[in-house]
């Protein structure tokens, strides 16, 4: 039996996932690294962390399975998207990865935003003209201090030195691609200065103009289903594989899930619950919105990004269950499970925001934190917890009603997917939120590594193209909308609106 090795490197850790030729999951390994905060809002990571994880993690999934190594057909990674690794002539690292959690950036992006809303309407700078969506959206401030563009011109402008002796930059992706094969490319999905699309194009030779970040930084543009190269002698021995294995483009985290949870095609929607989370829609390229992530020369995927949900999550839980999460390890989720499936919709009143790294425009600011709203003496910890739960749907529940006011399309059924989407109360509760069918596939704490298997199976003429792939994946789970739930959910979701809006100036004053 030949097998594809799929990596999904996350904030926290990398994972490993060996699957046979359907992207049937044989087994994983998970090797962890650090996180480091230097200073409020910074969030900074080591490149050779990432590389010592996967080749730790690899070596660990061949034992574990008794795999053979002379039998993985190829290699590909999802990853963290716009990370900024910057290389220097000798190819070495002259700073930690600035992560994509990173917010360090507010002032760059309050300059960015000014000239973004009074240049982008100057066909002469831009080479095309904006569709009206994109002017729409230009309309009001897009960029915060935790986008990529904002914290390139944040390096240029506060690391001078450094940027002085930067040959190249890479993000998380490319950088492991270059540790496997020696050869620089960075995947379409994850490139943010280069895109086959010449309007998108347009938009990035304009902001990394008006930030005074040189072009020719950035690796060359690939795609995720392209042969980068085979694994060289050194890396070979670094990761227990054989010389010369085929390493393919990979993708990002978000396209690799949207791959892993069945979505392929226009109107295919799904929800992520990890430690961060998204919720997403597959949209064509030429409808023209700004807040997406590529996933193919036709297609791009629409973003509604959360900062913070298996973060907050475990925040709460080591808060309110504090003597389970130390003594019971894993099982703690079971004893969570079981309090809140007693607790009503609603929390009984409680209100909670699951913001505690910020959140994302357009609907709030780097400046929003955590809170819990309307608690009384009758409350338990459960509320708690469970009113941070319903936070993230209420979250979803608005980006759901912005797709469908940005698409006028109508969205019956979703797939959730990520380490979250194994609670059955959680997955329930979000099917009540958002009035309608939620779908969990098998093994959805690996969607990430199934879509990126994919990307080496399309690559190897295997499965046809991503539309095939949506065909293989199984749906496991399905929860349909209870409508006295639903009554409720509405009633909270309302009071949560107002809530998301009118926190921002005492989060601020407080900061």
């Known amino acids: 039996m030949k097998c594809v090795l799929a990596y999904d490197l996350g904030t926290s850790a990398v994972k490993a996932v060996l699957t046979d030729s359907d992207g049937t999951v044989i087994g994983f390994a998970t090797e962890t690294y650090p996180l480091y905060n230097p200073r409020e809002f910074w969030a900074e990571q080591e490149p050779e962390d990432y590389w010592n994880a996967v080749c730790a993690s690899t070596k660990r999934v061949l034992a574990e399975t008794k795999t053979d190594p002379s039998i993985v057909m190829g290699v590909a ?30 002032k760059e992006a309050v300059k960015l935003n000014r000239v973004l809303q009074i240049n982008y309407f100057k066909e002469k700078l831009l080479g095309f003209r904006p569709s009206s969506k994109l002017n729409a959206t230009l309309g ?8 990529y563009w904002p914290k390139l011109m944040w390096y240029r402008n506060n690391l001078p030195d450094l940027y002085a002796k930067t040959k190249v930059i890479l993000e998380c992706n490319s950088y492991v691609k270059w540790r496997a094969t020696g050869k620089m490319a960075v995947d379409m999905t994850n490139h943010f200065t280069k895109s086959f699309s010449s309007s998108t194009q347009g938009l990035y030779n304009m902001i990394l103009k008006l930030a005074k970040v040189d072009p020719e930084l950035f690796p060359k543009i690939i795609l995720p289903t392209d042969l980068v190269g085979g694994i060289t002698k050194k890396s070979s021995e670094e990761l227990g594989l054989p010389e010369e294995t085929p390493v393919f483009g990979g993708c990002g985290d978000i396209p690799a899930i949207a791959v892993g949870s069945g979505c392929g095609e226009p109107g295919d929607t799904h929800a992520y619950l990890g430690s961060s989370g998204w919720f997403s829609s597959v949209v064509r390229c030429k409808e023209g919105f700004l807040s997406t992530s590529p996933f193919g020369k036709e297609y791009d995927l629409l973003m509604f990004g959360f900062q913070a949900i ?7 839980i080591r808060q309110f269950y504090t003597a389970e999460y130390k003594t019971s390890g894993a099982d703690v989720y079971d004893i969570v ?3 809140c499936a007693s607790i009503t919709p609603g929390s009984d009143g409680v209100l909670a925001t699951h913001w505690m790294y910020g959140e994302r425009p357009p609907f709030f600011s780097d400046r929003a934190r955590g809170a819990f709203v309307n608690v009384n003496n009758t409350h338990t910890r459960a509320h708690m917890v469970n009113a941070v739960m319903e936070s993230v749907c209420y979250s979803m529940r608005l980006s759901l009603d912005a797709l469908r006011r940005g698409t006028r399309r109508e969205v019956k059924v979703i797939r959730a997917v990520g380490g979250c989407a194994v609670s059955n109360h959680w997955m329930q509760m979000l099917a009540d939120a958002l009035g309608i069918i939620v779908e969990v596939p098998r093994d959805p704490r690996h969607a990430g590594a199934v879509g990126t298997a994919y990307c080496v199976l399309i690559g190897l003429g295997i499965c046809g193209d991503f539309n095939e792939a949506k065909s293989r994946i199984k749906i496991e789970k399905q929860y349909k909308p209870r409508a006295e739930a639903v009554q409720a959910h509405e009633k909270a979701c309302a009071a949560y609106k107002k809530l998301y809006r009118s926190l921002e100036d005492v989060c601020g004053a407080l900061r």
């Open 77 to 106: 990674f999802c990853s963290q998207w716009k990370g900024i690794i910057p290389l220097d002539n000798d190819n070495k690292v002259l700073h930690r990865s600035i992560i994509w959690l990173d917010a360090r950036a507010d």
């Open 140 to 147: 009001r401030n897009i960029l915060c201090g935790a986008d």
């Open 337 to 339: 499970e079981r309090e």
């Open 310 to 316: 298996g973060l907050a999550f475990d925040w709460a």
